[in-house]
């Protein structure tokens, strides 16, 4: 995996690659993440790769460097951020550690954030069994032995579905363990927040590219019935519609913005974020439907591929992104704010 190759027409390569190289060294800050993350959705010719660039991030990445030792760092880091090996995570599942000599013993089947793509390496989550108190640890496993170790593609959407991981009792020993004493539940805690956030910047990344191309579209077609002497009445709603989709973009890219904000000055912004995606999927998910079912009415612009764009949109980490648990989140936020 490695950044696009065009400097170009919005492409991202450049603050993709000091983005990278800063978290490496453990700078990069939410909004750095964010605004990179947004512009790869706008340019990104390949959704599915730009997917699999998030999942590396959250799956190597961004855990070594906070998290890792020196020495997990210098063997993996260099790795991850050229691009010789791809990183995934876990999803929380059906996966449990034994303590055995030397190690753990990885045993369990759930899904796993690759974007249809084989990784070299996983981050794994998993409680340890036999211990007094409960512990849950995070592992660094490498795939490329296959000796008890099973991964399989989605047959579904890469966009929409995780891909599976199968382990049955692979041994990882205690150099593999991420970090000195790390919490993998408090891991996934601060982790997650920032991968839903970045992944909304992503589709709105996607969204803004059809909302330029849809107005730019407009604007030619709306030219051309003038010239022919058509009334405005015949094509205002076209404008009505398109007004409202920027409305709404412009809303929902500020709430996304402001909780990137917010995770930089507090660390913690979890009703923000689960607003934005709110913002998205409620707000600008249907206005964006709007504006493609116009196209389609009105017969403009039939060369761009208007609803392949906004399906990605809508597909785009959906297995990641649950809008009942954004809800929630926001109810838990309102509820401990009254009490």
């Known amino acids: 995996m490695t950044a696009p190759d065009r400097d170009g027409g919005g492409s991202p390569r450049l603050r993709w690659e000091s983005t ?12 750095d993440l964010v605004l990179a993350m947004q512009a790869l959705g706008y340019a990104g010719a390949d959704v599915p790769t730009v997917l699999a660039l998030s999942c590396h ?44 000599g030397g ?10 954030a690759s974007a249809g793509l084989r990784p070299d390496l996983a981050l794994v989550c998993a409680p340890v069994s036999g211990v007094p108190a409960p512990s849950c640890r995070a592992f660094l496993v490498p795939l490329a032995d296959t000796s008890g170790i099973l991964w399989e593609r989605s047959r579904g959407s890469t966009l929409g579905c995780a891909d599976t991981l199968r382990l049955d009792q692979v041994m990882v020993p205690d150099d ?3 970090g000195v004493c790390v919490d993998g539940d408090a891991l996934l805690a601060e982790l997650l927040p ?18 330029e191309t849809a107005l730019g579209a407009a604007r030619k077609y709306t030219r051309r019935l003038k010239l022919k002497g058509v009334p405005p009445h015949r094509y205002q709603m076209l404008g009505h519609k398109l007004a409202d989709f920027r409305l709404r973009f412009d809303a929902a890219e500020l709430m996304v913005r402001r909780a990137a904000w917010q995770m930089d000055r507090h660390g913690a912004a979890v009703a923000d974020i689960a607003l934005a995606g709110l913002a998205i999927d409620s707000g ?7 504006v493609v079912r116009l196209q389609r009415d009105y017969g403009f612009d039939e060369d761009q591929a208007w609803s392949e764009w906004l399906a990605d949109a809508v597909e785009y980490g959906r297995y990641l992104c ?5 809800r929630a989140a926001v109810s838990d936020a309102l509820r401990a704010g009254v009490a």
């Open 194 to 211: 920032r991968e839903q956030l970045v992944l909304q910047a992503t589709r709105l990344g996607l969204l803004q590219k059809l909302l």
């Open 322 to 326: 649950n809008p009942a648990q954004m």
């Open 57 to 100: 991030l959250f799956g190597g990445v961004l855990p070594l460097s906070r998290w890792g030792t020196a020495e997990q760092q210098a063997d993996c880091l260099p790795r991850l951020a050229s691009g010789e090996w791809y990183a995934a995570r876990v999803l929380p599942g059906n996966m449990e550690a034994e303590i055995t």
């Open 20 to 31: 990278c190289a800063a978290d490496v060294a453990g700078l990069a800050e939410v909004t």
């Open 176 to 178: 593999r363990v991420l």
């Open 103 to 112: 190690g753990f013993r990885l045993t369990g089947a759930t899904g796993i």
């Open 284 to 290: 600008l998910m249907p206005s964006a439907f709007e």
